[in-house]
């Protein structure tokens, strides 16, 4: 069992940045970002296996990376807007191939971390 542990959320301004790190206990394949507002199902937001992969409302703000020594994901979010409030979770799969935009083909998610933009 893999366990996978967030941090980096927090309270920031619209515009603002912050930077989001989940650290994997083992090993993993595709890992990815989700998020959840208040009375919404979980969306994607990014990924990472081969190369990186976005959904469409945070291209060109958000970059995914991942430290491979480190066993470590993680989400720069840029130009934050009041709309990317949410829970963050971390996700990552136990077998290969291109990481899908579906929560329910991960296997493995961390506790989620909080997101707050201010208007």
């Known amino acids: 069992q893999v366990q996978l542990v967030e941090s980096g959320g927090g309270l920031v301004q619209d515009g603002g940045s912050l930077r989001l790190s989940c650290a994997a206990s083992?090993?993993?394949?595709?890992m990815a970002w989700f998020r959840q507002a208040p009375g919404k199902d979980r969306e994607f937001v990014a990924a990472?296996?081969?190369?990186?992969y976005y959904a469409d409302s945070v291209k060109g703000r958000f970059t995914i990376s991942r430290d491979n020594d480190k066993n470590t994901v993680y989400l720069q979010m840029n130009n934050l807007k009041p709309e990317d409030t949410a829970v963050y979770y971390c996700?990552?799969?136990?077998?290969?191939?291109?990481?899908?935009?579906?929560?329910?083909?991960?296997?493995?998610w961390g506790q989620g971390t909080q997101v707050t933009v201010s208007s």
């Open positions: 990472i296996r081969f190369g990186t």
């Open positions: 996700a990552a799969r136990s077998s290969g191939g291109v990481p899908p935009r579906v929560a329910n083909q991960y296997d493995y």
């Open positions: 083992g090993r993993t394949y595709g």
